[in-house]
Nanobody
Framework: QVQLVESGGGLVQAGGSLRLSCAAS????????MGWFRQAPGKEREFVAG????????YYADSVKGRFTISRDNAKNTVYLQMNTLKPEDTAVYYC?????????????????WGQGTQVTVSS
């Protein structure tokens, strides 16, 4: 059974940093695309960052480019999202997702498995 478990959320002041982790288990993810999404109250879930385990290229939403970095630890099957220079508008529940796809997609329909989410709150 596939499990994605996020951690690392919390409350931080604007300008601060957080690092989210997503521990993946239950299958081999070498052919999968991994993504971070977020959902703010009253808004749709939106793509934040992603990559494919078999490739080095990373993808980011325009709103987080230059501030967020997605990375991985292959040995631990863990994906990270380093978030710097956080803004109040980054406040949301952040979700890790995995999809059996040949490319990184920015829509939720492209992902088969989701974590439970972790809350990130940025105060002004």
């Amino acid at each position: 059974q596939v499990q994605l478990v996020e951690s690392g959320g919390g409350l931080v002041q604007a300008g601060g940093s957080l690092r989210l982790s997503c521990a993946a288990s239950g299958r081999t993810f070498s052919s999968y695309a991994m993504g971070w999404f977020r959902q703010a109250p009253g808004k749709e879930r939106e793509f934040v960052a992603g990559f494919r385990w078999s490739a080095s290229k990373t993808y980011y939403a325009d709103s987080v480019k230059g501030r967020f970095t997605i990375s991985r630890d292959n040995a631990k099957n863990t994906v990270y999202l380093q978030m710097n220079t956080l803004k109040p508008e980054d406040t949301a529940v952040y979700y890790c997702a995995a999809g059996n796809s040949v490319m990184v997609v920015t829509t939720t329909s492209g992902y088969d498995y989701w974590g439970q989410g972790t809350q990130v709150t940025v105060s002004s």
